[in-house]
């Protein structure tokens, strides 16, 4: 029967079932089985194990979490039915559902009994629409007899249909159990993996634990060691704070003697030099005290050896520098910076670890500057005789434009002229030109050769010793410079331009001062002593022509003499007109004016001048007697006109000696009754 089949006490057959085949009976059946009645579904007995097993397996997975399957669900899901077929339990409550809620409605007309329940109350009014007892009993006997055919007829129908349900259920039933067999193979070869790696995991945790005693026993070893390693740290510590600094007065770093003996010379061979100077001087004085130690006896001997090796090395490296020199085209004040002073603390570890080779080496610089400078400035000198001078002598006194002349005052605090430009040069200069940049040229020079003595060789040697080294290097220069001045200003009557000079010179003079060169005082007394001697000869040549011209005129007459008429009435048409001159000595007399505006009371310019002045005086006081007794008046009005042309012209010149001029002529003019 059907509800065998879904107890699970019988095997689903292949065969096709045999009531699909047998004809509808019309006998009735029984209906004990579907027919409704009041009992209670009996239980299902112990065959129904597969349900049960469901259920088991359902309960036994709460303390079991299962792992995820292929699919992503977990052992309880998987248990459950596949997502197609519907959940057996539910599956039959649907299908007993129905059944019960058509058996209902097939009782209501009949027996008018539910499926589902016994009546709650068998004390119920009964319905007997107006029959009598015996009547509604027939009438009901009457029901029930035509109730079962039509139930029995429906029930084969629908045991058909059930049928094939119950057979799905059954497929699906076994199809969950065939799922859970597999299921519970998984979790029994997951479990048994589990087992394998607790076991493994066992092992290594045996394992760990002897690692972490052997491991234990060796930090107790590291900590016995590092105990007494602190107990020595301490020990040396102690011992460095006693032995640290006699040890570092005369111990020299690895580095420093690598970079002394094979390093190139730079600021890191200075720095190993200065360590080296340093350790020397304390091993030294240690080991000449009455102190002497074992250790320092063993380092003096190495520290000797790396000392030798320095000087050496230094004595090459200046040699090298001072070869340098002498080559052509060069630029001493560079080589000088870059590497003489750059590195000058060289040459005073060589000065007091070496003397001799030290001043070898400073007299070796001494001869290659002494060449240096005097090579250049002869190059020099034939350079500037090749710029073209203007001649004045004694034919151009008192007569030559001098104005030229003011300008290069104002050109004493540029920058000397080039050789190739002064070669080059065509045009023509007075003699104070190529004195000015000579000079500018060897002052300059002489500071900064001066600067680098003082700067390169202190204090290894005192000032003294620096200037006798200035002075080997620059006499010869020097006799050059008085030399090119002699044969500018010899033979010259320039008045002005030797006087320019000699201006110039000073102002050298206050430069060098200014400079603190005391050095090159010698060259410049030395000029001026060629200079003033030379200026006073050719004031005198200019003060002789003036007196020859007065000469000429007691022999030849003033007419006659100054050019003024010819024929035997040049008396009566001479002119009361300044003089020609009277101009020419008054410009003359501006510019030695102009150049002495700060001129002392020691110089000779003012005999000089002063000698002139009488000449030109009398030069005129003889010109105004040739107009004879008859014209003493045109006379007055002549000389008072020459005066009063040489106060113009010195008029603005400033200076004590442009004042006394001044006072001098304004006398002589007032006293013949000018204005």
Request: glycine share 6%.
């Amino acid at each position: 029967m059907w509800l065998e089949r879904f107890s699970g006490q019988s095997t689903p057959s292949a065969q096709p079932s045999s009531a699909q085949n047998r004809s509808h009976s019309p006998v009735p059946r029984r209906s004990s089985h579907l027919a409704p009645n009041n009992n209670r579904r009996p239980s299902y007995g112990p065959r129904t194990s597969s349900l049960g097993l469901v259920s088991r397996a359902n309960s036994s997975t709460t303390s079991l979490s299962s792992p995820q399957l292929v699919n992503g669900s977990s052992l309880r899901q998987e248990i459950a039915a596949p997502a197609d077929v519907d959940d057996p339990l539910d599956a039959l409550e649907i299908l007993l559902g129905e059944r019960k809620n058509h058996g209902s409605n097939e009782q209501e007309e009949g027996d008018n009994v539910s499926i589902d329940k016994k009546p709650a109350d068998l004390d119920v009014d009964i319905d007997f629409h107006g029959l009598s007892l015996d009547a509604f009993m027939n009438d009901a006997s009457q029901e029930r007899k035509e109730g079962p055919r039509q139930s029995t007829s429906q029930t084969v129908e629908e045991y058909e249909v059930e049928k094939d349900k119950f057979e799905d259920l059954h497929k699906s039933i076994l199809v969950i159990r065939a799922h859970f067999a597999l299921e519970v193979h998984s979790i029994a070869e997951y479990l048994q993996a589990c087992d394998d790696v607790l076991k493994s995991v066992q092992n290594s945790l045996t394992s760990f634990q002897q690692d972490l005693g052997a491991v234990s026993a060796e930090i107790e070893t590291l900590q016995t060691r590092s105990s007494a390693m602190n107990t020595r740290l301490e020990n040396r510590k102690t011992v460095e704070t006693l032995l640290g600094p006699a040890i570092e007065e005369v111990a020299i770093s690895p580095e420093a003697v690598s970079t002394i003996s094979e390093g190139p010379i730079d600021a890191s061979w200075l720095k190993a030099l200065e360590e080296l100077a340093k350790r020397s001087e304390l091993t030294h004085g240690a080991f000449e005290g009455p102190n002497k130690s074992l250790a320092i006896s063993d380092v003096k001997p190495l520290l000797d050896d790396l000392t030798n090796k320095a000087i050496e090395r230094i004595r090459d490296f200046f040699v090298s520098q001072i070869k340098a020199l002498r080559s052509p085209n060069i630029n001493a004040q560079i080589v000088q910076q870059q590497s003489f002073v750059r590195y000058k603390e060289m040459y005073g570890f060589l000065a007091r670890h070496h003397p001799m080779l030290g001043k070898e080496i400073g007299q070796a610089y001494i001869n290659t500057m002494h060449w240096y400078y005097l090579s250049n400035f002869t190059r020099y000198r034939y350079a500037l005789e090749k710029i073209s001078l203007f001649a004045v002598d004694k034919n151009d006194a008192i007569g030559a434009d001098q104005t030229a002349h003011r300008d290069v005052l104002k050109q004493a605090h540029l920058a000397a002229l080039s050789s190739h430009i002064a070669e080059d040069s065509k045009q023509s200069h007075y003699l104070e030109t190529p004195f000015l940049h000579f000079n500018l040229a060897l002052i300059d020079n002489a500071t900064a050769e001066y600067s680098f003595l003082a700067n390169f060789f202190s204090p290894a040697i005192g000032f003294q010793t620096i200037s006798r080294h200035f002075s080997a290097i620059f006499s010869p220069t020097f006799s050059l410079g008085h030399a090119f001045t002699k044969s500018l200003v010899e033979g010259s009557d320039d008045c002005l331009g030797i006087l320019l000079c000699v201006r110039l010179n000073q102002h050298f003079a206050f430069e060098l001062q200014r400079r603190k060169i005391p050095v090159a005082d010698g060259y410049i007394n030395g000029t001026n002593m060629l200079l003033w001697p030379r200026f006073q000869l050719a004031m005198d040549v200019h003060a002789e022509s003036i007196k020859r011209a007065t000469s000429a005129i007691s022999t030849r007459g003033a007419a006659s003499a100054l050019g003024l008429s010819n024929g035997a009435d040049a008396a009566s048409k001479q002119s009361t007109a300044p003089h020609m001159l009277t101009q020419r000595f008054g410009q003359f007399l501006q510019g030695i004016l102009i150049l002495s505006k700060d001129a002392g009371d020691d110089e000779p310019v003012g005999n000089s001048l002063a000698r002139l002045r009488g000449e030109f005086e009398a030069f005129l006081t003889k010109v105004g007697k040739s107009f004879g007794s008859s014209g003493e008046r045109k006379r007055e009005r002549f000389l008072a006109n020459n005066y009063s042309l040489i106060l113009t012209i010195v008029g603005d010149t400033g200076g004590k000696l442009a004042a006394d001029t001044r006072e001098r002529f304004e006398s002589l003019r007032d006293s013949v009754g000018g204005t």
